[in-house]
């Protein structure tokens, strides 16, 4: 079993749709918790990190579940600019850690 | 300011050479990581230094990739005997600290090494 494991996608949605990907994570030393953007053939970029408490950053919020061992990621009112792929990431141990990124999901935006 | 750089963008060579690649972290970052990602796949992490020393390099596949950090900024992932299979796109990341959970991992923009 995968550390960190990610519905592939690919997700197709129009413009203007909510979309939803779930991450699920088997080591319960993992200590922190991000949300990666990818975009085709470039490196990956923080989109925003993931707390207890759920955070939001505009359209985007991002939910961590410590009991289940998931976090997710909703996408509000998408942007044809969100196309992109996105990796969830989590970081095991404290102090020197590592980090484990999953195989990311695809999201396509069709106007 | 500046990202992170690296350095060739891409290197094509030969089964069994020896390769060298560079990273140029973001000024007064103290930890500096490397990463290696196939297609269709998430970043695979090499190793993570915390200032000139390894502090992690469990993820390094075997004793054919090596990677310095002589100063604690430059990084260099050095690869001998090279492989079909060690191609992929390299990518290093630093960040300010490396000992914080929070702390953003920066991206440069990766090496694509392709081995013939």
């Known amino acids: 079993r995968k550390e960190v494991e990610q519905d592939p996608g690919p997700f197709n949605v129009p413009e203007g749709a909510t979309v939803a990907f779930n991450c699920t994570y088997s080591?319960?030393?993992?200590?922190?918790f991000f949300w990666y953007r990818q975009d085709c053939r470039k490196e990956p970029k923080l989109l925003m990190s993931?707390?207890?408490s759920g955070n939001e950053d505009g359209r985007f919020t991002a939910q961590l579940n410590r009991a289940s061992q998931y976090i997710s990621l909703l996408i509000r009112d998408s942007k044809l600019s969100d196309s992109a792929t996105y990796l969830c990431?989590?970081?095991?141990?404290?102090?020197?850690?590592?980090?484990?990124f999953g195989a990311g999901t695809r999201l396509f935006v069709k106007a | 300011g500046a990202g992170v750089s690296q350095t060739p963008s891409n290197k094509v060579t030969e089964k069994g050479k020896y390769v060298e690649l560079r990273c140029d972290p973001i000024?007064?970052?103290?930890?500096l990581y490397w990463y290696r990602q196939s297609l269709g796949q998430g970043p695979e992490f090499l190793i993570y230094f915390q200032g000139t020393g390894a502090a992690d390099d469990s993820g390094l596949p075997n004793d054919r990739f090596f990677a310095v950090r002589p100063e604690g900024s430059v990084s260099t992932l050095k690869i001998q005997r090279t492989e079909r299979g060690d191609s992929a796109v390299y990518l290093c990341?630093?960040?300010?600290?490396?000992?914080?959970?929070?702390?953003?991992?920066?991206f440069g923009p990766g090496t694509r090494l392709t081995v013939l």
């Open positions: 993931v707390y207890s």
């Open positions: 990341a630093s960040s300010l600290t490396g000992s914080r959970l929070t702390d953003t991992q920066y």
């Open positions: 080591n319960s030393a993992s200590q922190s």
């Open positions: 000024s007064g970052h103290t930890a």
């Open positions: 990431v989590v970081n095991i141990g404290t102090g020197g850690f590592k980090t484990i």
